[in-house]
């Protein structure tokens, strides 16, 4: 069975720095994908950032970007030039291949932007 | 702009007493999905429809059923609520690209709680 790993309950930072989650997984697939979701206090989660594990080129989505290191199974997210709005709940999930569409979740990062 | 709409936002129900939460979608998706999630943990997945069929997760209690009467709705009944089930509801949707690893799509979610 896969799982997910997110070892950093709660993080902060101040407005600006760079700051990285971390993600790891333990599945025994080849091919499969990996997502980053951000759920701010009371709003809707969204997604953050996709990554298809075939594909050795880090995915990247304007300030957000991966360190996908597909042996060490780990998913990493960075967060650049953070801002007030990045204050949020972010959730690592991986996806089999041939799953029938579930999602497979981390326990989550409390993330906290500090002005 | 295309959406997942979740009604109510609140609700507040007796112990005991049935009730039912609401999702549309205007994405025309096939795939819809609830959730329930409490406070600062992952969602947990309660079961999911691919078209019409209803997929239930081994182990969503039997307090919970779900209707899809078409494409655009989904709905969630809880058929006695007890303490434990307080919580707020995900609806999510997805297209249908199996093996493709499309995202999930939320909805505000509704939060439910039991008096």
């Known amino acids: 069975a896969q799982t997910v790993t997110q070892s950093q309950p709660e993080m902060s930072v101040q407005e600006a720095e760079t700051v990285t989650l971390s993600c790891t997984y333990d599945?025994?697939?080849?091919?499969?994908?990996l997502f980053w979701y951000k759920q701010p206090p009371s709003r809707q989660m969204i997604l953050v950032i996709r990554?298809?594990?075939?594909k050795q080129q880090n995915a990247t989505e304007n300030r957000f970007s991966v360190n996908f290191q597909k042996a060490a199974k780990s998913f990493s997210l960075k967060i650049s030039d953070s801002q007030l709005g990045d204050t949020a709940m972010y959730f690592c999930?991986?996806?089999?291949?041939?799953?029938?569409?579930?999602?497979?979740w981390g326990a989550g990062t409390k993330l906290i932007i500090k002005p | 702009d295309a959406m997942v709409i979740q009604n109510p936002r609140y609700q507040v129900t007796q112990f005991g007493k049935p009730v039912t939460l609401s999702c549309s979608q205007t994405?025309?998706?096939?795939?819809m999905y609830w959730y329930q999630q409490k406070s600062s943990q992952a969602p947990k997945l309660l079961f999911h429809?691919?078209?019409?069929?209803?997929?239930n997760e081994a182990d969503t209690p039997d307090n919970f059923q779900s209707r899809r009467p078409n494409t655009s709705f989904c709905f969630l009944d809880i058929r006695s609520p007890g303490l434990g089930d307080a919580a707020m509801y995900l609806c999510?949707?997805?297209?249908?690209?199996?093996?493709?690893?499309?995202?999930?799509?939320f909805g505000d979610g509704t939060r439910l709680s039991i008096l």
């Open positions: 999510a949707t997805s297209r249908d690209h199996s093996g493709t690893g499309q995202p999930q799509h």
């Open positions: 994405l025309n998706h096939n795939v």
């Open positions: 429809y691919y078209d019409k069929d209803f997929n």
């Open positions: 599945t025994s697939e080849n091919n499969y994908y």
């Open positions: 990554q298809e594990a075939y």
């Open positions: 999930a991986f996806m089999k291949l041939d799953s029938n569409y579930q999602l497979i």
